[in-house]
């Protein structure tokens, strides 16, 4: 039983996410060839054009995929970047890169239960067509990593019901259902949220979230 979970999880996401040596993990097939690689998102890539401008474009792409839908912009990406990826202690987004070290997607963790030692799966997005299963690679390379080398005991994930593309990859991943939550959606000006709300009949409820949980 680690002492200090927070701090051995702080330090390691810290570690990776300002060093300036790369760190990628390799991404293997079923039959163990290597077909890709995945690499850490840092503080080195905020000086990137081409980086911001990638996760701009997935993210405006794939806007009913997450909670908030708003206008999404290059300033606005940049200031997520800072403040919401590098500087939370307990996320960490990788890219998912191809053989020619493309950029294809990028799957990461986030909220560290850090008394339960769990975590979840945050920002999963296929940027690029090709590869089909690099996703279902990528995210099991993951999987194993958070378990291996952040020592979690277990893997939490919240999708839209409505998802079935995303739910099948999480399923392909080992998870399973653990339950909905009914959502409630809340606008104002341009910006969407869809919050949880228990008091609605899950039957009714407009959109529902679907919590899984790594089996
Ligand atoms: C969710 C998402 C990342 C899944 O991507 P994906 O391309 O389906 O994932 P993979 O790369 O693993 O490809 C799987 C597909 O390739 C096929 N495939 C081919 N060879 C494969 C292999 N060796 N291993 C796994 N799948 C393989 C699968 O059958 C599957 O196709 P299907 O869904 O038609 O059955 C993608 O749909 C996406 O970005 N969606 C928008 C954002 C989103 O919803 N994110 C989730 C937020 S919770």
């Known amino acids: 039983m680690l002492q200090n979970y927070q701090k051995f999880v702080d330090s390691e996401l810290d570690f990776i996410k300002k060093h300036t040596i790369p ?44 909670p908030s839908q708003f206008k999404v912009t290059l300033k606005g990406t940049r200031s997520w970047f800072k403040a919401q990826l590098i500087g939370k202690n307990d996320r960490i987004l990788f890219f998912v890169k191809d053989l020619d070290g493309n950029r294809v997607g990028h799957v990461g963790l986030y909220r560290f239960d850090y008394k339960k030692h769990t975590c979840e799966i945050d920002n999963v997005i296929r940027g690029s067509k090709s590869s089909p299963g690099i996703m279902t690679m990528a995210l099991t390379t993951l999987i194993n990593w958070t378990k291996n080398e952040l020592k979690t005991d277990n893997i939490f994930l919240t999708v839209f019901s409505d998802n079935p593309k995303a739910i099948k990859l999480y399923r392909r991943c080992g998870f399973i259902d653990h339950k909905l939550i009914p959502l409630e959606k809340k606008v104002s000006g341009k910006v969407i949220n869809w919050e949880e709300n228990y008091k609605i009949d899950p039957k009714k409820a407009e959109r529902s979230y679907l919590k899984m949980i790594l089996s």
Not at 29 to 58: C, F, H, Q
């Open 23 to 66: 760190y990628t993990l390799i991404v293997r097939n079923a039959n163990s060839d290597i077909i890709g690689y995945l690499e850490a998102i840092t503080t080195r890539d905020e000086k990137d054009n081409a980086v911001i401008k990638d996760l701009k474009v997935w993210r405006e792409k794939n806007q009913q995929a997450f």
